[in-house]
Nanobody
């Protein structure tokens, strides 16, 4: 399996911003499709955003216009820039990697808390 390590979470006030990072190991990162997911306590894990190996992006309706997913293949890293954060964005955020729509690896998650 390919290890993935998320970082950048923390406590932020409503309307604030955070930038999450997901770092991968190995030699094939540039071929992976990457995604960000989130899970609140007692709730199902939901897709937040995806970026393909070619750079095409998609977003959940709940985050469109506020979040931006990007990747830096030279650093084996995918990012999630989160702006205009709301309390309902509070969750553990996970990244994953896929090849031909088959999962390769999941990270352990990073906590994001949006609260006054």
């Amino acid at each position: 399996q390919v290890p993935l390590v998320e970082s950048g979470g923390g406590l932020v006030q409503p309307g604030g911003s955070l930038r999450l990072s997901c770092a991968a190991s190995g030699s094939f990162f540039r071929f992976y499709d990457m995604g960000w997911y989130r899970q609140a306590p007692g709730k199902q894990r939901d897709l937040v955003a995806t970026i393909t190996s070619a750079g095409s992006t998609n977003y959940a309706d709940s985050v469109k216009g506020r979040f931006t997913i990007s990747r830096d293949n030279a650093k084996n890293t995918v990012y999630l820039q989160m702006n205009s954060l709301k309390p309902e964005d509070t969750a553990v955020y996970y990244c994953d990697a896929k090849i031909n729509n088959n999962p390769v690896a999941w990270g352990q998650g990073t906590q994001v808390t949006v609260s006054s």
